[in-house]
């Protein structure tokens, strides 16, 4: 069974510019997760997506990240322009049943380094 | 809202010792706890606990959840050098969309 997919693996930015990370969780997943970890800190849920609805985007910081997952596969996430803080590691979970005791599967992760 | 808290932020250890994590929480309406090891990115599942003071067991490494007293232990014994990790605790609450709350995890290194 392949397991999440995640590009870029690194990135490097100036602040203020914009960047896009992709995601394609393991096939059948419903729920797809995307966390934020600073380093030296545990993951920080973003957003949930159940299929292509989001189910929780409470920590989501709206007014410079954007997150869309619009056939209810792969997803992206934007920032749009990008701040110093952040720098992080975005990582992407999926899970097969988002109501059910089921573990989230993470991808590789991509790195953001911003300038 | 949910708090999850680990310790200790790190520890060393020699090959062959036996570790101990903590992890604390408070969340509303308790489901599930789980534990990751995180060894370069991504963050590999370990175990899942729902049930108050039934050990889960894999190899040199086990756990125990207090629902009472609201933690968890994670043992290791007989430690590796690939065993060194950031072993990070997550709680998730009995709400829909199995949302996850991480802890800042905990820090190991084993020495040869």
């Avoid at chain 1, 960047?19 to 393991?26: G, L, R, T």
């Avoid at chain 1, 997506?49 to 056939?71: I, Y």
């Amino acid at each position: 069974e392949a397991g999440v997919a995640q590009s870029p693996r690194y990135k490097i930015i100036e602040k203020r510019q914009s960047v896009a990370f992709w995601c394609n969780p393991i096939s059948g997943h419903a729920t797809l997760y995307w966390y934020q970890q600073i380093l030296g800190q545990g993951p920080k849920l973003l957003i949930q997506f159940q299929n292509n609805g989001v189910v929780d985007d409470s920590q989501l910081p709206k007014d410079r990240f954007s997150a869309e997952r619009l056939k209810g596969v792969d997803s992206t996430l934007k920032i749009q322009p990008a701040k110093l803080e952040d720098s992080a590691v975005y990582l992407c979970a999926s899970s097969s049943i988002a109501g059910g005791l089921n573990e989230q599967f993470f991808g590789p992760g991509t790195r953001l380094t911003v300038l | 809202e949910d708090k999850v808290v680990q310790s200790p932020l790190s520890l060393v250890v020699h090959e062959g010792d036996t570790v101990t994590l903590n992890c604390s929480y408070e969340v509303t309406n308790f489901r599930s706890l789980l534990w990751y090891k995180q060894e370069k990115k991504a963050p590999t599942f370990l175990f899942m606990l729902t049930s108050s003071g039934i050990e889960k067991k894999s190899g040199r490494l086990s756990s125990i959840l207090d629902k009472k007293e609201l933690f968890s232990i994670l043992n290791i014994t007989a430690t590796q050098t690939g065993d060194s990790a950031v072993y990070l605790c997550a709680v998730g609450p009995k709400a829909a969309g199995n949302k996850l709350t991480f802890g800042g995890g905990t820090r190991v290194l084993v020495k040869p």
